[in-house]
């Protein structure tokens, strides 16, 4: 398995939105969350990081191809997923499909090889 990490910050004053973002992925948008994931290819996980210069999120990919697999989610159309890319919008500002044609994440080190 192949892992991806990348991390957004969450702007002064939008902790609380997010935290409601991350509440309808654990609630009532559960089962389409999993569903989106698992057509990917990939399993997400998501870490609250509170830092001195403000909070951020670290998200992981997990799966064969997780770069792919973002770049498909990026410029999928389906409802859920234009949902899932406002509320990150609306939330940390980023907008995800310009953020494909940026680098990727570099992996720095690796305890395994």
Do not use: C
């Not at 994931?37 to 992981?60: H, N, S, Y």
């Not at 406002?86 to 395994?112: F, I």
């Amino acid at each position: 398995m192949a892992l991806m990490a990348v991390a957004f910050p969450i702007p002064p004053g939008k902790l609380e939105d997010w935290r409601r973002f991350m509440g309808e992925l654990n609630g009532a948008r559960r089962a389409e969350y999993v569903a989106s994931r698992k057509a990917l290819g990939v399993r997400e996980r998501a870490f609250l990081q509170p830092t001195p210069m403000g909070d951020l999120v670290i998200v992981t990919l997990e799966g064969d191809a997780p770069a792919a697999a973002f770049g498909r989610f990026v410029n999928s159309t389906d409802p859920f997923t234009l949902w899932f890319l406002e509320r990150v919008k609306a939330v940390h500002g980023v907008d995800l499909k310009q953020a494909v044609s940026g680098p990727m994440p570099e992996l720095a080190v690796d305890s395994a090889g």
